[in-house]
């Protein structure tokens, strides 16, 4: 093949290939012999012979017996009038079009993260400190996987493999009180891939889904993306207010995280998740239950999810193990109604087959051995620790000043500065990040409405910290608190 011919042998390619597409070879010009062509640029005539072979394999040059190597006739339609060298100069005739997913994609324009610079203590939500992994227990299963490799390598189940899928049962059933069957459990490519197919499956572009406002914005930009209209429904310290709910009458679905809800941390009362499904039930809609960080409950043992309160099938219960092991390795699950697993196994056949099957078969010895709630116990102390470091330093510097919400549980908080105004949260965020700190305003999770400025809500940021280490929290709150001064000072003076 081309791509293996050395430097001079690809020089030759882009040069007869540039003269056919800019005109100056035309239809029918005979190319020199490979023995003379060889001979002329000091190349082997094995190397000519392979690069004339790849023109002609994409159709730039004929080969004929007895002929010689010419020109292919309407090789150079494509390009005949763009100048040498000029890529992409011309346009086609009519603009092949984006379809109205792809143009809304398009418009969302999402921010790509890079890393902060070392000294910089960011309080970013999701990542985990790369010493929290357990990398002996993966180590040693993915050895015991990679020793029984199967003697065929076929593709697997959509739904996942069986043996994780079993482990998954009875871990669900122990830690969440969720029974289920093994055939309503779907691996998948983390939780976000789970929300992607219940918007392709359930939403209708021009449908109304309800979503927590604030809220976990890459799952609304999922269903925005589906066409659908979102509506937001308050929350306050005990999750979604279902009196909220009598504003989205025609919802086709709602979203929600009832045992932690994001970014607010409310934990949703037993009231409240029952007149959440009842509602649902009234209006005929689905209910997508994000369980994706109850592990962590600091001050007492996880409620019951939701799904395990729903007799009607109304309820999909999306879990990841991003915020146990790591982001890095894309495995979520979803339990489905008995009548959702059809469709969604088959779109999820019909998008990538399956997850990595490896992987899957690692996970499985670790839930199945015991290793993986032994890491999650010794997770779970870590991240104590880390709170309990970033309260002590919140306490300490900016003691009196602000509210915090969201602590019991999760791996983050959110801290409310009681006097001043959510419209300068922003500043203190960008005076805050020149002070070596990373924080992330409160009003990025709100649709985009005037209730992310609304008068009477202080300003606030959310606060990550399953990435730092307790020793990090209270430089990192002390450079906040410095922002915090400076901000002050400026309106005073501006005053």
């Known amino acids: ?113 890079s890393a902060s610079a070392p000294e910089v203590v960011d309080f970013v939500y999701g990542p985990l400190a790369g010493r929290d992994f357990p990398t002996l227990a993966w180590t040693k299963a993915a050895r015991q996987v990679e020793r029984q490799r199967a003697p065929v390598l076929a593709y697997e189940d959509p739904q996942g493999n069986e043996e994780l899928r079993a482990a998954l049962r009875v871990h669900l059933a122990h830690a969440r009180g969720v029974f289920c069957d093994t055939s309503q459990l779907l691996v998948v490519n983390g939780s976000q891939q789970a929300l992607d197919l219940c918007a392709r499956l359930l939403v209708e572009p021009g449908d109304t889904v309800a979503v927590e406002n604030p809220g976990y914005r890459m799952a609304h930009h999922v269903f925005e993306c589906a066409g659908a209209t979102l509506r937001g429904v308050a929350v306050d310290p005990q999750g979604l207010v279902p009196a909220d709910l009598a504003h989205v009458p025609d919802a086709r679905l709602i979203y929600v995280t009832p045992t932690h809800q994001f970014p607010m941390g409310g934990l949703m009362t037993i009231r409240r998740r029952n007149a959440l499904l009842e509602w649902a039930a009234e209006k005929g809609a689905w209910i997508v239950e994000d369980d994706y960080d109850s592990e962590y409950r600091h001050a007492a043992r996880p409620e019951a999810a939701l799904q395990a309160l729903d007799d009607r099938g109304l309820v999909i219960y999306v879990g990841t193990f991003s915020k146990t092991l790591s982001p890095q390795l894309r495995l979520g699950y979803m339990v489905l109604p008995h009548r959702l697993v059809a469709a969604f196994a088959t779109a999820k056949r019909v998008a990538d087959r399956h997850a990595p099957s490896a992987p899957q078969r690692t996970l499985a010895r670790l839930l199945k051995s015991g290793a993986y709630d032994r890491h999650v116990r010794r997770l779970r102390r870590s991240q104590k620790a880390r709170r309990e470091a970033l309260l002590a330093a919140l306490g300490h510097y900016l003691q009196g000043q602000v509210s915090v919400h969201g602590a019991s549980s999760g791996l983050h908080l959110v801290v409310a500065f009681d006097d001043l105004p959510s419209a300068l949260e922003e500043e203190l965020a960008r005076l ?22 609304a008068a009477g809500r202080p300003a606030a940021l959310v606060l990550g910290y399953a990435s730092l280490e307790p020793e990090r929290m209270d430089p990192g709150v002390q450079r906040i608190a410095r922002a915090l001064h400076r901000l002050r000072d400026r309106r005073t003076k501006g005053a």
Do not use: H, N, W
């Not at 020199?32 to 000519?48: K, N, Q």
């Not at 339609?77 to 994609?105: E, H, N, Q, T, Y």
């Not at 805050?432 to 400025?453: D, I, K, M």
């Open 1 to 113: 093949m081309l791509v293996r011919q050395g430097g001079r042998g690809r020089s030759l390619y882009d040069e007869i290939k540039s003269s056919v597409l800019d005109g100056t070879y035309l239809a029918g010009t005979a190319l020199p012999s490979s023995r003379a062509c060889a001979a002329e640029r000091g190349l082997s005539r094995s190397t000519v012979s392979s690069v004339y072979e790849q023109l002609a394999a994409e159709g730039f040059v004929e080969m004929r017996q007895g002929a010689g190597t010419r020109v292919a006739a309407g090789a150079a339609v494509a390009g005949a009038a763009r100048p040498k060298g000029a890529k992409g100069a011309r346009r086609p005739r009519v603009d092949p079009a984006l379809s109205s997913i792809g143009r809304r994609l398009e418009s969302l324009a999402l921010p790509v993260r």
């Open 432 to 453: 805050a990040l020149l002070e070596g700190v990373q924080a992330y305003p409160l009003g990025r999770f709100y649709l985009p409405a005037p209730s992310a400025s």
